[in-house]
């Protein structure tokens, strides 16, 4: 066994807590975006979490149940390469959602969209991204004639929710149909025997982490130890057990600012990663040479998993690794392992039921919205925004008393359920100000900006025609979606 000790005087481990709408026929009706309406910020992009990932055979049914409720159908020879040569082995599916503001601001997805020739403010119920490529990595695409049929979980029962696509070149919404009602449990697996899937097939993510993005801004996330046991893990650092196979890195760390590891006497850290190349065991030569530049920081989604990166006189050298722990110390880890699970599942489940209710809660069970997917790319079930209390409101913006400029201000509403966007270069808006919980300012630089909350409780309870909104900036690094949360909320 190789030991390698690394002393780093201040380790930065950042913690990331760890329908049935009938066939659309394939019509969509085109938007042409004005000038009026907010280009998406993509300077957060970094933030996103990693697609969850399926692996598929195309010469078969597959029924694939995500770590959110929804369920992909995809019938026999769905895929065909990109000159319509049917695919005959493997497909990877990639597939994400985006259910809280913070999700699709950072993804710099427009919600905005000209309909009828008035900008419209949308209100999701549940968006997603789906992509897919061959096995050895070649793209793919949707075979002609064939639909994807995916089932989201319904939150909001109104009757007038669209389903629409996103373009990808201009970032342009296409409205693809209606949900006249949302589809049921009975609708779903009648489309699964449509499509020729039999009864019981499902397939999971053969990638061991699920990750779940509630509905919500308590951005908990779903991971798992094993491939078998997902369990919840709020903001902690979970040890893993120590192989005695692999060879250990000794990182000496402030373990004062790190609580979860300062508990046990010894951690260790090994090799975590798929790629045989990043093994640090497989490189020889780096037992041989002075590590220099050392960071190490958490990877979204994960509660033990650690990309470590360095500098060698070869070049920069990235793996990833997480620590483990044996003995008492893993004994230790398995019982708070357990007392998380129990405590924060249950906890959760109090929160939600008494927050939304029962019958909320039973409506998300047991209702879906229904999309038709025809092209790999994002899909949103939405509605518009119409409030009969809004009022058209011009916005003065100021930052450190100097206007703002280039830069999309998102207006987070319903306890911070929603957002409605407008652009510092038109600062127009139609909206009820009582119902703005906190307005976060995005330049196309990445710079952000929260309004001061003395300003924002003016600004709620004023109806005039005109308001002001003062913004004071956020100095310190925004370097996932829980220090971004944090940020919003400091206001």
Not at 142 to 155: E, N, R
Not at 282 to 292: G, H, N, V, Y
Request: proline share 6%; glycine share 4%.
């Amino acid at each position: 066994m190789k030991t390698i000790t690394i002393c780093i005087a201040s380790a930065l481990i950042f913690l990331f807590t760890a329908c049935n709408g009938g066939p659309s026929n394939h019509k969509t009706q085109s938007t042409s975006l004005p000038t009026e309406i907010s280009k998406p910020t993509e300077a957060l992009t970094h933030l996103n979490l990693p697609p969850e990932r399926f692996s598929i055979r195309n010469n078969q049914p597959n029924r694939i149940e995500t770590a959110d409720g929804s369920e992909i159908l995809i019938s026999q020879g769905s895929f065909v390469f990109e000159d319509g040569t049917p695919v005959t082995g493997k497909v990877d599916i990639m597939f994400s959602t985006y259910n809280s503001p913070l999700e699709i601001i950072a993804a710099g997805i427009p919600m905005q969209v000209k309909y009828k020739g008035k900008v419209e403010n949308f209100i999701s119920d549940g968006m997603f991204n789906i992509q897919a490529m061959a096995a050895n990595g070649k793209p793919v695409k949707i075979a002609a004639g064939k639909d994807l049929q995916i089932f989201t979980p319904v939150s909001d029962m109104a009757a007038d929710y669209k389903y629409w696509y996103l373009e990808p070149t201009q970032k342009e919404w296409q409205e693809t149909g209606t949900r006249t009602q949302p589809a049921t449990s009975r609708d779903k697996d009648k489309a699964a025997a449509d499509m020729g899937i039999p009864e019981g097939v499902s397939s999971l993510s053969e990638y061991g982490i699920r990750i779940h993005r509630p509905n919500s801004m308590d951005l908990y996330r779903t991971v798992s130890a094993d491939e078998q046991e997902p369990v919840i893990v709020p903001n902690k650092i979970i040890p893993a057990a120590y192989d005695p196979k692999k060879a250990t890195l000794d990182l000496v760390f402030n373990k004062k600012e790190y609580p979860e590891l300062a508990e046990y006497s010894t951690v260790m850290w090994q090799f975590c990663g798929s790629n045989p190349a990043q093994d640090p065991q497989s490189q020889p030569w780096l037992f041989q040479e002075k590590w220099m530049d050392i960071k190490l920081k958490s990877v979204p989604g994960t509660a033990n998993t650690f990309q470590l990166a360095f500098n060698t006189t070869r070049g920069e050298f990235k793996t990833f690794v997480r620590p483990v722990v044996s003995g008492q110390d893993l004994e230790k880890a398995k019982q708070l392992y357990d007392q998380f699970l129990k405590e924060d599942t249950k906890q959760i489940a109090a929160d939600k039921v008494k927050k939304e209710g029962a019958s909320a809660r039973a409506i998300e069970k047991n209702m879906y919205n229904a999309f038709r997917v025809n092209r790999l790319g994002t899909y949103n079930c939405d509605r518009f925004y119409n409030d009969p209390k809004a009022v058209a409101m011009s916005i003065t913006m100021l930052l450190e008393n100097k206007p703002i400029e280039a830069s999309n201000i998102y207006l987070l509403t319903d306890n911070k359920r929603n957002f409605i966007t407008v652009s510092s270069n038109s600062p127009v808006v139609t909206i009820n100000p009582k119902i703005v919980d906190a307005v976060i300012c995005v330049a196309g630089t990445g710079a952000i900006a929260v309004a001061d909350i003395t300003s924002l409780q003016n600004f709620k309870k004023s109806y005039n025609t005109s308001s002001e909104l003062r913004f004071k900036k956020i100095n310190h690094k925004i370097f996932n979606m829980k220090s971004l949360l944090e940020a919003l909320n400091k206001n």
